[in-house]
């Protein structure tokens, strides 16, 4: 069952949304050296070597049970190497702001989710009628005139590609509740290791070797591996495991925010026209759906 959020919930939540929303800027800019598919692999080698790196400082034992690692290789995949790759693809034909946007489903996909698969949260009427509510922005989202067209062929299915990984982002978190009790930052590294044993030789048989990016790219790959990958990986884990995945849904008020600013001023995109109502309506759902909740929450 989850438990009520803590001080340090809160603080690792709002360290989140900022760490989560640059991360589109980085794939934005890590493209301009890599294919999707090597930025995919490379942030998540880079994220396992950086956990790994904090569990022998930790002292964390890495010995799991083979319950404890079905659970791990399922985090891999739904919160590691599928995102990972249809954001990068995606992000080839839609803009960083864009997908961050497409962040803020997120909570939608939880609700439903955890409603069947997670003790303690039951989908009650108004989390129904919020969740609803939210489908109708999530269709806004998705729906023409929302942004300027990038031009691409691609581009409806590069938006279905970054809800597509809206969706893994929110079976992870249901998948990371529901594992055996486990150390997280045992947990997050097995997560990586894993996926990193799945795409590097993906990567290696469909691209062939990585050339050699130039500094830009070099860094905005780094970035991604160390803190969106390896250290969000830790804070996630520990969120989940405390105070449940519904909770960590909620990083996603703000990190649509934070990946349209970021695109705004660092890439140059255009601000989304339509963007404010989308987004507005998927957090009116989200608010009816928790109202209770925030109701009830003691004030920090």
Known sequence: MPTPPTPANWIGLIALGLIWGASF???????????????????????????WGIAVAMGVRLRASAQVLAF???MALLSNALPFFLL?????????????ITMAAIPLFVLGL????????ALTRPKALGFALGLIGVGVLIGPGLMASSGSEFETMARLGCLAAALCYALGSIVTRRCPDVHPVAFGVLALVIASAVMLPIALIVDGLPPLP????????LYLGVLPTGY??????SIIRSAGPSFL??????????SVLLGVLVLGEDLPGRFIVALAII???LMLARRRQLRLRPAL
Do not use: M
């Open 88 to 100: 990068g693809w995606s992000q080839q034909h839609v803009t960083s702001g864009f997908a961050g």
């Open 114 to 121: 955890a409603h069947l698969l997670v003790a303690g949260e």
């Open 25 to 51: 800027l980085g794939i934005a800019v890590a493209l301009d050296g890599l294919s999707p598919l090597w930025v995919a692999t490379g942030r998540i080698v880079i994220g396992a070597v950086t956990l």
């Open 232 to 237: 969000a990986t830790l804070l996630l884990v």
């Open 72 to 74: 791990a290789g399922g």
């Open 249 to 258: 849904s909620q990083v996603n008020y703000h990190v649509p925010v934070w």
């Open 214 to 221: 130039a500094a830009r790219p070099a860094l905005a790959l």
């Open 283 to 285: 957090l009116a759902g």
